[in-house]
């Protein structure tokens, strides 16, 4: 079993950055598929990125392209989100997920990861 736990969640004004890390433990997620996602009262979670097990592979959701950068330090179980420019919009509770297949195709949806962090809450505001 994998827990993940997300820190790094605060208030930043609009244009300014934070960087979210996904600590994992139980067992090494160095060969698993990782993602960030992001929810907000009454809708669906929504994906915002993921990297393969190796790093080598990334994908983002249009409306973060060039404003977020996603990142894992496998000797670290660690998973990050650098997030720049930030928006009001991007205000939600994100999310750190794990795919349990092992090397497997790099996926967007939701429904494709196993593993979820318990949220951190990331707040947009002036």
């Known amino acids: 079993q994998v827990q993940l736990v997300e820190s790094g969640g605060g208030l930043v004004q609009p244009g300014g950055s934070l960087r979210l890390s996904c600590a994992a433990s139980?067992?090494?997620?160095?060969?698993?598929?990782m993602g960030w996602f992001r929810q907000t009262p009454g809708k669906e979670r929504e994906f915002v990125a993921a990297i393969s097990w190796s790093g080598g592979s990334t994908s983002y959701a249009d409306s973060v392209k060039g404003r977020f950068s996603i990142s894992r330090n496998n000797a670290k179980n660690t998973m990050y989100l650098q997030m720049n420019n930030l928006k009001p919009e991007d205000t939600a509770v994100y999310y750190c997920?794990?795919?349990?297949?092992?090397?497997?195709?790099?996926?967007?949806?939701?429904?494709?990861?196993?593993?979820w962090g318990q949220g951190t809450q990331v707040t947009v505001s002036s």
């Open positions: 139980g067992r090494t997620v160095s060969n698993n598929n």
């Open positions: 997920a794990a795919q349990i297949t092992p090397r497997t195709f790099l996926r967007s949806e939701a429904r494709a990861f196993d593993y």
